[in-house]
């Protein structure tokens, strides 16, 4: 089992910045492969990023290509996900999730542990 717990969520004006955080404890952390996805209301939970198990590997939605950098320290057992440049478009609750899928997935399904959500709100 691998407990996840996000992080650094709250409200912020366009343009503005946030870092996200995922702390993980349970089995080894550098084994995973982990994601961020993010769910709007009344909207499919959708992938925003993913790194790969040794952190040199990183995936992103185009939606946020350019504004969001993802990162994973397996030495403090965190995952990080920061967003510039923020959009009032990217109001979501912010998951943070682990696999340990050989490949990087980008597909809610193929995730196996899923924090609570921290939400991001940004005002125009």
């Known amino acids: 089992q691998v407990q996840l717990v996000e992080s650094g969520g709250g409200l912020v004006q366009a343009g503005g910045s946030l870092r996200l955080s995922c702390a993980a404890s349970?089995?080894?952390?550098?084994?995973?492969?982990m994601g961020w996805f993010r769910q709007a209301p009344g909207k499919e939970r959708e992938f925003v990023a993913a790194?790969?198990?040794?952190?040199?590997?990183?995936y992103y939605a185009d939606s946020v290509k350019g504004r969001f950098t993802i990162s994973k320290d397996n030495a403090k057992n965190t995952m990080y996900l920061q967003m510039n440049s923020l959009k009032p478009e990217d109001t979501a609750l912010y998951y943070c999730?682990?696999?340990?899928?050989?490949?990087?997935?980008?597909?809610?399904?193929?995730?196996?542990?899923w924090g609570q959500g921290t939400q991001v709100t940004v005002s125009s």
């Open positions: 790194v790969s198990w040794s952190g040199a590997r990183t």
């Open positions: 349970g089995r080894t952390f550098s084994n995973y492969v």
């Open positions: 999730a682990a696999t340990g899928a050989v490949v990087v997935p980008k597909r809610p399904g193929d995730y196996d542990y």
